[in-house]
């Protein structure tokens, strides 16, 4: 059943509190979100996981405006499609703009569970009906602060704790927490800001019993990865490193990491991330679901890919509310003791909250196919 529409809408969004990483501090959001239209009125969606600024990656809203409008939508109003898998092998001339990719191809993922009525989870082949839930704390103005926000998760049930580290706010913060919260899963997350130089000082983090360091070094490094990993006892999660499945063949090989955080956008869409989740499952690599600080839709995206089975760690999928006055799905992602239980309607299995997403909508753009 052929794409008869595409709409294209850029929302912005306010974070409740600003989210604070090695690399800057966020709070305003701007992002697209696409809808794949059919002829009967089924409507698939998909959420752009690019931040206004390339500090994550050199994707942002702008380039993929420019990607998504010039390049990808063209390839869908010329080429017919039988199932999502098609998308990514129709894009793949296009290089990189993992994200902008990922944006339509989930929409058409959405879509296709829809017209199907069976939901995203079963479309991809997960099975799960819960999953479990961790929360990614951002850097705080104080240990004291720290501490308090740990205690709070930790009473809400979240499954781990990830902390984000940068030089100067890491290993004494997380002594600290380790000694305040001897028992509970501890992760840290670098988003890239050591060199090989800190590793002396990362190597005390073995003390701690950490579940993970997350992409301590370079965004686009797995050489030096590989060197920290063979000289380090905490498992190295990588993050920015993996756009796809050769990337991630390529650290496994070199030794680079024993965990593979995976973002639907960073990877290019589900059907990379499904490739990825299967190679990880075949050859002893834990992986997780990773957060952007997504929207709903994007949450419901990173819901459904999380009940396959590789999926085997907690993932950053955390409640609505923490970040949002109101979300843009109905009724909005709820997580009790740790988990989330993996809605049954077809798709996404979240409704649209109509009136939320023409709220928080500043420009629409629709195409024919
Ligand atoms: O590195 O995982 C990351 C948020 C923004 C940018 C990068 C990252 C994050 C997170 C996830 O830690 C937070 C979330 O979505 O809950
Ligand atoms: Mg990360």
Same mark, same amino acid.
Do not use: W
């Given at each position: 059943n052929p794409i008869k529409q595409i709409k294209l809408r850029k929302l912005n969004m306010h974070l409740k509190h600003s989210f604070t990483t090695s690399f800057g501090t966020m709070q305003d959001k701007d992002f697209f979100i696409a809808e794949a239209i059919d002829g009967e009125g089924n409507r698939g969606f998909g959420e752009s996981v690019a931040f206004s600024y390339p500090w994550y990656s050199e994707e942002t809203v702008g380039t993929n405006w420019h990607v998504m409008r010039d390049f990808l939508i063209p390839v869908l109003q010329d080429n017919a499609i039988s199932h999502p898998d098609d998308v990514s092998a129709l894009f793949e001339p296009i290089k990189r703009n993992n994200m902008a990719k990922s944006t339509l191809e989930g929409a058409v993922w959405d879509l296709y569970a829809k017209q199907n009525n069976q939901t995203l989870a079963s479309a991809l082949g997960g099975e799960k009906e819960a999953i479990d839930v961790g929360i990614s704390i951002g850097i705080q103005p104080s240990v004291e602060a720290l501490l308090d926000k740990v205690a709070y998760f930790v009473n809400d049930g979240y499954k781990r704790i990830k902390i984000k580290i940068k030089p100067g706010w890491d290993v004494d913060v997380l002594q600290s927490v380790r000694q305040h919260f001897p028992k509970i899963p501890i992760m840290a997350d670098a988003n890239s800001a050591y060199t090989l130089h800190d590793m002396e000082h990362l190597k !005390? $983090?073995?003390? $701690?019993? $950490?579940?993970m360091i997350e !992409?301590?070094?370079?965004?686009?490094?797995i050489i030096d990865h590989a060197t920290l990993q063979a000289n380090m006892q905490t498992p190295i999660c990588l993050d920015e490193s993996i756009h796809s499945l050769e990337d991630t063949r390529k650290a496994v090989e070199l030794g680079s990491c024993k965990i593979i955080n995976i973002k639907i956008g960073r990877v290019g869409g589900l059907s990379e991330a499904k490739r990825i989740h299967d190679y990880c499952r075949n050859n002893g690599i834990d992986v997780w679901c990773g957060g952007m600080l997504e929207a709903g839709v994007g949450r419901a995206h990173n819901i459904a890919l999380t009940t396959l089975p590789g999926f085997t760690l907690p993932g950053d999928t955390a409640g609505s509310l923490l970040y949002w006055e109101k979300d843009i799905i109905t009724p909005v992602v709820n997580v009790e003791d740790g988990m989330i239980r993996v809605p049954d309607q077809p798709g996404i299995g979240y409704a649209i909250d109509e009136e939320a997403l023409e709220q928080f909508t500043v420009d629409v753009h629709t195409f024919h196919v």
């Open positions: !005390q $983090l073995d003390a $701690l019993n $950490l579940m !992409q301590p070094l370079a965004h686009d490094d």
